[in-house]
């Protein structure tokens, strides 16, 4: 799954979009260790994706390195403004093309208001040979200028907490950022901190 919960970046960067032509775009990123939803992946990971939105409505892939293959993601959905409150809802799919991990598919629900911002994820996770399993993710996040902190968790099958908090900017037309997180161990077995460095580089296509 991808560092930056993909689904949740494009709503959030989409919603409220009422441009009459569409907008394609192309990224590429690097990250100093591949966390997502709180759970490590891989160290030293690359990225790339490409996005497509016109009027709201969005869909897109991302890739990355996770070490045995790639994770490959697909995703799609709707954001709009509802008076002071931006609203969204998607769907998204992560797939592997090696034995790292099994298929997850999810529903993606998004609602901001001023700083803060509420993100919801029911999903499937097939489990290779064992029996599937439902998740639901949950976010609550707060911004400014740049700087975040999130406390987010899994309930169902899936469960544990982690807190994260960190700084985005941009220097020289490249996106950096600098995150800690902090996980406790129902996520990930046994607690877990780390400090996380991304690059990045969007490019506008049309």
């Known amino acids: 799954m991808n560092t930056f919960s ?15 032509q569409a907008d394609v775009s192309a990224n590429l990123g690097f990250a100093s260790e591949y966390y997502y939803r ?7 990971s690359a990225s790339g994706g490409l996005d497509y939105e016109s009027n709201g ?9 996770v070490g045995d293959g790639l994770e490959v993601d697909g995703y ?4 709009t403004d509802v008076g002071d409150v931006s609203l969204s809802v998607g769907f998204t799919g992560y797939y592997y093309t090696g034995d790292f991990d099994d298929t997850y598919q999810e529903i993606n629900l998004g609602a901001g208001f001023g700083l803060f911002s509420f993100d919801l994820a029911v999903g499937e996770y097939e489990n290779f040979d064992g029996p599937t399993q439902d998740y639901t993710y949950y976010s609550i996040s707060a911004e400014k200028n740049g700087f975040y902190g999130k406390y987010a968790g899994f309930s169902q099958d899936f469960e544990g907490e982690y807190v994260e908090l960190g700084y985005g900017t941009t220097i020289a037309e490249l996106d950096v950022g600098l995150s800690l ?20 580089k969007s490019f506008d296509i049309n």
């Not at 709180?38 to 030293?44: A, D, L, P, T, V």
């Open 76 to 79: 799609f959905g709707y954001g």
């Open 6 to 20: 993909r689904t949740t970046l494009v709503a959030t960067l989409l919603i409220g979009s009422a441009a009459a």
């Open 181 to 200: 997180i902090f996980s406790n161990s129902d996520l990930v077995g046994e607690s877990d901190e780390a400090v996380v460095f991304t690059i990045g």
């Open 38 to 44: 709180g759970i490590f992946q891989e160290s030293s």
């Open 57 to 65: 409505f969005y869909f897109g892939t991302w890739a990355a390195d």
